[in-house]
């Protein structure tokens, strides 16, 4: 337990080396590694997600902090994957073609696979086919994540959530994200939800795969 605030500081302050440095001591120790995860990295991670939200941060620092982050799963993911609990769900991942930024999406990436679930971050500038491909190869997963920064892109999203609800069998979620969107647009378009951040698209996608299941 000694190692827990240490661990949660190294994250909020953006030290990936330390990070990584204390969770291996941690786990030579004896630490259990879903509570490294769970009482250290993930309040440490929706700590620095918050800050960011409030303005009370700034682009560099939510980065250090998610790389941080990043470093501390490597090692503690392939320890996790053996608990069949750990795993809530799977969702597909993807900024919309035309888009290149991935700052937000990486960030729900770190966000979501720290809650247990099984990401596959089809990378940036993702066609409706390729999102379309993903589906059909993942038919196990419950939601589908789509982001977009650019205004100019906001077409693009719409015709993907259009060409996804049209697909034969389809039955996921749609959340939709991004500097561009906004309520309104998600509405317009038939998205399932819309967050602005990465901790509430979490507790959004908790929900959603809490739902199917009940």
Same mark, same amino acid.
Request: with cysteine; net charge negative.
């Given at each position: 337990?000694?190692?827990?605030?240490?661990?949660?500081?190294?994250?909020?302050?953006?030290?990936?080396? @330390?990070?990584?440095?204390?969770?291996?001591?941690?786990?030579?120790?004896?630490? /259990?590694?879903?509570?490294?995860?769970?009482?250290?990295?993930?309040?440490?991670?929706?700590?620095? &997600?918050?800050?960011?939200?409030?303005?009370?941060?700034?682009?560099?620092?939510?980065?250090?902090?998610?790389?941080?982050?990043?470093? &501390?799963? /490597?090692?503690?993911?392939?320890?996790?994957?053996?608990?069949?609990?750990?795993?809530? &769900? !799977?969702?597909?991942? &993807?900024?919309?073609?035309?888009?290149?930024?991935?700052?937000?999406? /990486?960030?729900?990436?770190?966000?979501? %696979?720290?809650?247990?679930?099984?990401?596959?971050?089809?990378?940036?500038?993702?066609?409706?086919?390729?999102?379309? %491909?993903?589906?059909?190869?993942?038919?196990?997963?419950?939601?589908?994540?789509?982001?977009?920064?650019? !205004? !100019?892109?906001?077409?693009?999203?719409?015709?993907?959530?259009?060409?996804?609800?049209?697909? %034969?069998?389809?039955?996921?979620?749609?959340?939709?994200?991004?500097?561009?969107?906004?309520?309104?647009?998600? @509405?317009?378009?038939?998205? @399932?939800?819309? !967050?602005? /951040?990465?901790?509430?698209?979490?507790?959004?996608?908790? %929900?959603?795969?809490?739902?199917?299941?009940?």
């Amino acid at each position: 337990m000694k190692y827990l605030e240490e661990i949660r500081k190294a994250i909020e302050c953006g030290k990936p080396k @330390d990070t990584e440095r204390l969770i291996r001591q941690a786990l030579e120790d004896g630490e /259990n590694p879903a509570v490294i995860l769970e009482d250290a990295m993930v309040p440490a991670m929706r700590t620095a &997600g918050e800050a960011y939200r409030r303005e009370e941060s700034d682009i560099p620092k939510i980065l250090l902090a998610a790389r941080s982050m990043q470093k &501390g799963l /490597n090692i503690l993911e392939p320890i996790l994957e053996q608990d069949p609990d750990r795993h809530p &769900g !799977t969702v597909i991942l &993807g900024t919309v073609e035309g888009d290149l930024h991935d700052v937000g999406k /990486n960030l729900v990436a770190i966000m979501l %696979r720290s809650a247990g679930f099984e990401v596959i971050d089809l990378g940036v500038d993702v066609s409706g086919r390729m999102f379309q %491909r993903a589906i059909k190869e993942h038919p196990e997963a419950e939601i589908v994540c789509i982001s977009s920064l650019l !205004t !100019t892109s906001m077409p693009g999203m719409r015709q993907i959530v259009k060409q996804l609800k049209r697909t %034969r069998g389809f039955h996921m979620k749609i959340m939709v994200g991004g500097g561009s969107i906004t309520q309104e647009f998600a @509405d317009e378009i038939g998205a @399932d939800a819309y !967050t602005t /951040n990465a901790v509430d698209a979490v507790d959004v996608a908790k %929900r959603f795969v809490q739902h199917s299941d009940s």
